[in-house]
């Protein structure tokens, strides 16, 4: 089975495309194109249109190197200046039809975890717990696990790309100038890194191409043999200043195209020795790019890391697992009479939709489904993008009460057949106790549901055949019709 992973960074969108053989994973090709994004955002933070240029201009090569891959097979994901632009959803449609495959965008933590998946795999095995930080165009992650589990991890809005483009935008480099970047990276980790100081771990890695470059230019300039220290950073931090433009630094182990985001970098990283209290930093082969392939291959392979957040988070709220697992049973079982060929990802958000709709209860059974809706879409889970959180959290919304709540999504006919569906398995099973689905069909067609059910049952449950009629009354208010007949 081959994979590809697609990273819509900040800084550079970079591809990897791999095979899994018996459950390890084999890079076959790589490609990276610099399109400098986080540059981009206008002072609205605004994506402008010559960034947007560039990002469809490099996803469209992109794009020629996975053709003909299935979808399932294919994960792309944006980052920090995707999860900030003004214009993001935009820009999304039209890079979607670019590069033909749905592009996620992820939270910050859940990018943390994923680099932190990269990296664990590339890194020799070890029960010591490590600090894994990825220094990118518009963030920087910090992550500290043992193994392949994360322990704990978060993302700073403070990148390579923003520094440079804040404090060095001109091309001039200064001592002052050098020392407010520092300053001002130092100010977006304060108060909020205590999990990832010295004594909370044994070793420190950095991934990716900040943490690389510099690594690079301190072998190959003899500073050191490629570990980084705060002692060589000071050593390489003057050594810039001492150039005075961005377009004077040359040094051996640089790259071309480093040389724009260097300063920034630098400032980034020697704020990030100082707030962790690190004192040195060896490089991972990991990154972003791995963990998505792990993670996808997890997916594949019937391991997929959301199942388990969705089980984390029913322990985490205390909720009732065996009504849960018969909301999820009914509603997948409704879903195929209505839609017998719906897709996997349909069937997907319907189940853990249905599986996470009392959530909510532990806070307050007033609005439960209101609170539900806020707890999916506020919690960290695992493996799950921040628009797969926001389906599903408006399922949950969607399962009782007013639809006018979610009438902009139902004209979607996808999400419509899943909050049907939901509304209608949620009436089933109210009485939290198992019982059989009676033979029924049910159809669709336009703006009208159909609903057939024996007459006879229908007389044995006088309360739910009430609550069908109650739902058509709440269809009936956004333009639906819900028709039960009865035989």
Not at 109 to 136: H, N, Q, T, W
Not at 284 to 303: K, P
Request: glycine share 8%.
């Amino acid at each position: 089975m081959r994979l590809a992973a697609i990273d819509l960074g900040s800084n550079s969108f970079r591809l990897e495309i791999a095979r899994v053989e018996d459950g390890n994973i084999f890079s076959e090709c790589r490609w990276k194109e610099t399109v400098r994004l986080a540059a981009g955002l206008d002072e609205n933070g605004y994506l402008s249109e010559a960034a947007q240029k560039r990002a469809l201009t490099a996803l469209s090569r992109i794009a020629e190197k996975v053709q003909g891959f299935p979808p399932a097979q294919v994960r792309a994901v944006g980052t920090q200046t995707l999860r900030a632009a003004e214009n993001s959803a935009e820009f999304l449609v039209k890079a979607e039809k670019v590069l033909g495959y749905k592009i996620e965008i992820l939270r910050g933590k859940e990018e943390a975890r994923l680099v932190y998946m990269g990296c664990s795999f590339a890194l020799p095995a070890s029960d010591e717990i490590r600090l894994i930080v990825d220094i990118g165009g518009a963030s920087t992650e910090c992550v500290v696990g043992r193994g392949h589990e994360v322990l704990d991890g978060e993302s700073f809005h403070i990148g390579c790309v923003n520094t440079s483009v804040s404090f060095f935008k001109d091309g001039n480099i200064s001592a002052k100038s050098f020392r407010h970047a520092i300053l001002a990276a130092e100010f977006v980790l304060d108060g909020n890194v205590s999990a990832f100081t010295k004594g909370h771990w044994s070793e420190a890695y950095g991934s990716s191409g900040t943490v690389s470059a510099v690594s690079s230019i301190l072998r190959s300039n003899g500073l050191t043999d490629g570990t980084i220290t705060l002692d060589a950073l000071e050593v390489l931090k003057e050594k810039i200043i001492s150039s005075g433009r961005i377009d004077n630094l040359h040094f051996d182990g640089l790259r071309e195209d480093r040389r724009e985001v260097l300063a920034g970098g630098v400032a980034v990283l020697i704020a990030v020795f100082k707030k962790l209290r690190i004192d040195k930093m060896k490089v991972s082969g990991g990154a972003l790019r791995y963990g998505l392939l792990y993670n996808l291959a997890g997916r594949q392979l019937n391991s997929d890391p959301r199942t388990g957040s969705v089980s984390a988070l029913l322990k985490r709220t205390h909720s009732d697992e065996k009504q849960s697992e018969r909301m999820a049973s009914f509603s997948l079982q409704l879903l195929g009479l209505l839609k017998p060929h719906a897709s996997a990802e349909q069937k997907q958000a319907l189940e853990w939709a249905s599986r996470l709709y009392e959530v909510g209860l532990f806070l307050s059974r007033s609005d439960y489904h209101k609170h539900s809706e806020y707890v999916i879409r506020n919690s960290d889970l695992a493996g799950f993008s921040r628009s797969e959180q926001e389906r599903i959290a408006a399922l949950v919304l969607s399962h009782r009460g007013q639809l006018r709540k979610v009438e902009a999504q139902i004209e979607e006919k996808s999400f419509r057949e899943l909050v049907f569906v939901i509304r209608l398995a949620a009436i089933f099973v109210h009485a939290r106790h198992d019982i059989a689905l009676p033979k029924m069909s049910l159809s669709e067609a336009g703006k009208v549901f159909e609903i057939h059910l024996p007459e006879h049952w229908c007389r044995e449950h006088p309360l739910t055949k009430y609550m069908i009629e109650q739902e058509a009354l709440a269809w009936e208010k956004v333009g639906y019709q819900v028709k039960l007949s009865m035989k």
